[in-house]
């Protein structure tokens, strides 16, 4: 390449590592003999060289079915991959079904070199992961509610209970006393932050939940616990599920039951995905921008991996996106 261009090795290496000075028609000269010879840098030998990967792990503790019925994590892997691509960089995604297995996968990650570091989905009460990349020397970030004490950085949006508070006024204000909650599996801190800030909410009301029911966010969960609500004697008048996909399973199994959406129940979802905006009725639900926190999360792992990537912190917090599944409560 060198003797194409009739240039030193170093001036080679300065063209495509964009590193030193190098007036701007040598590196065309360059980069027009690499065109000519069909050459192109070799990703491998530049990760052999550097020790580095160029390759982040994602790794999401979910049965298949499950996320593949839940637009979430395709938001959050397009907010992540918007970052990445750009920079060279590729995304390494994993699933795993419980605890033990995601932390026999991260031991195995590092001890292969396979990637410079990790993005923790679904933060936990009492979560040993933070500890475990550390101890790994696997740079990480958390997503979840910040948290200073998390031991690695944690990445989401302020005032995470702000969503549900507006829910709960909403709902409250439409004449719904009423409300039950379907929420995700007990062990997450979204789940308990949410559920802590809709009972408090609701008390404040002068109310207590018509229901609490905990699932695996699997579609067959949200039928099955949106039938069980809809055929007590004393059924609610608004249900709030933990994402969208569940409160679109809500809304169909209502419909099925001969039950109108908003006019015998309201609907509300959570995350804000684009399928919301094209049901009939179309679904008032929780922004909790999850490709922003997606981008956010990459830019700050980048970071912690030493690329010079310029800060871009999250502004805002969850809120409410009114639309047509919710209504006034009928009377009884």
């Not at 994590?73 to 590729?90: D, N, V």
Request: glycine share 10%; with cysteine.
């Amino acid at each position: 390449m060198a003797a194409a261009a009739g240039v030193s090795t170093a001036a080679v290496s300065q063209a495509f590592n964009d590193k030193g000075r190098l007036a701007e028609t040598t590196r065309r000269r360059i980069l027009a003999a690499a065109e000519d010879l069909g050459w192109s840098p070799s990703a491998s030998a530049s990760a052999l060289r550097s020790a580095r990967t160029r390759t982040l792990a994602l790794v999401v503790r979910r049965p298949t079915d499950v996320l593949g019925a839940d637009p979430h994590f395709s938001e959050l892997i397009t907010g992540i991959e918007g970052e990445l691509a750009p920079r060279g960089y590729g995304l390494l995604l994993h699933l795993v079904a419980d605890v033990d297995e995601e932390s026999a996968l991260y031991e195995r990650l590092a001890a292969e070199k396979r990637v410079d570091g990790a993005v923790l989905t679904d933060a936990r009460a009492d979560d040993p992961r933070p500890a475990l990349t550390a101890r790994l020397g696997l740079p990480a970030v958390l997503l979840g509610a910040p948290d200073p004490d998390a031991g690695v950085p944690v990445v989401g949006l302020g005032d995470q209970g702000a969503g549900i508070r507006e829910v709960v006024g909403h709902l409250r204000a439409a004449g719904h006393t009423r409300i039950a909650y379907v929420a995700g599996p007990a062990e997450l801190q979204h789940t308990r932050l949410r559920l802590a800030v809709f009972e408090e909410s609701l008390g404040a009301a002068g109310l207590a939940p018509a229901a609490v029911r905990h699932t695996d966010f699997s579609e067959a969960a949200a039928v099955a616990v949106t039938r069980e609500l809809l055929g007590a004697a004393d059924r609610p008048t608004a249900i709030v599920y933990a994402n969208d996909s569940m409160a679109v399973c809500g809304i169909g199994t209502a419909q099925r039951a001969g039950l109108s959406v908003p006019g015998d129940l309201s609907v509300v979802g959570y995350d804000n995905l684009p399928l919301g905006r094209w049901l009939h009725p179309r679904l008032t639900t929780v922004d909790q921008q999850v490709q922003q926190v997606g981008a956010a999360a990459a830019r700050t792992l980048l970071a912690r991996c030493g690329e010079d990537v310029p800060a871009a912190p999250l502004d805002g917090r969850p809120r409410l996106v009114v639309r047509e599944s919710t209504g006034p409560a009928r009377p009884d």
